[in-house]
T-cell receptor, first 116, second 111 residues
């Protein structure tokens, strides 16, 4: 069974440009999460999808970030326009359920974003 | 979610048991204890979780004190590949499922 996959693994863009990160969750997982770690800081939650609906987007830093999950399958996270402080590693995770058993989140390898 | 306190770093000899402590003195009755680890440049990896009973799986054991204010993750026979940052996280078992990562414990397994 394939795990959570993220594309690209690395991205280097100039300040002001747009970047779109993609996450494919484990098949059948309705719950999809985005997290990020910026340099020297802790891993921080960004948002949580249940199928195609945003369950919790309290961690989104500002309106330059747009997350979508059309059809409840893969998700994209767009940063437009990118700023220097957006550099970091963006992780995607998915889980089968939010309660009871099978609530553990499985993470992808992350996308390392560098804004120059 | 309750906060957790972990030592910033620990060392353990290869082949020995690694015992990683975590304090969560303000844990609520409906909050579970989760452990994740992050091996360098990889995504966080789920290890184990529990509510109040001790748990064991193929990776580790989780010992939770009777008052649930602290817990210990045990890697029974540590290998070099267990070198990683280990995160102890408490969160409710239902509803909002975001993980709140702290600084974790950087565990180094020495040959």
């Amino acid at each position: 069974e394939a795990g959570v996959t993220q594309f690209p693994s690395h991205s280097v863009i100039e300040k002001g440009q747009t970047v779109t990160l993609r996450c494919d969750p484990i098949s059948g997982h309705d719950n999809l999460y985005w997290y990020r770690r910026v340099m020297g800081k802790e891993i921080k939650f960004l948002l949580h999808f249940v199928k195609e609906s945003k369950q919790d987007e309290s961690g989104m830093p500002n309106n330059r970030f747009l997350a979508e999950r059309t059809g409840g399958t893969y998700s994209t996270l767009k940063v437009q326009p990118a700023e220097l402080e957006d550099s970091g590693v963006y992780f995607c995770a998915s889980s089968l359920r939010t309660g009871g058993r099978d609530t553990e989140a499985f993470f992808g390898q992350g996308t390392r974003l560098t804004v120059v | 979610d309750a906060k957790t306190t972990q030592p910033p770093s620990m060392d353990c000899a290869e082949g020995r048991a690694a015992n990683l402590p975590c304090n969560h003195s303000t844990i609520s009755g409906n909050e579970y204890v989760y452990w994740y680890r992050q091996i360098h440049s990889q995504g966080p990896q789920y290890i184990i979780h529990g509510l109040k009973n001790n748990e064991t799986n193929e990776m580790a054991s989780l010992i939770i004190t009777e008052d649930r204010k602290s817990s210990t993750l045990i890697l029974p026979h540590a290998t070099l590949r267990d070198t990683a940052v280990y995160y102890c996280i408490v969160r409710v078992g239902t509803g909002a499922q975001k993980l709140v990562f702290g600084q974790g414990t950087r565990l180094t397994i020495n040959p």
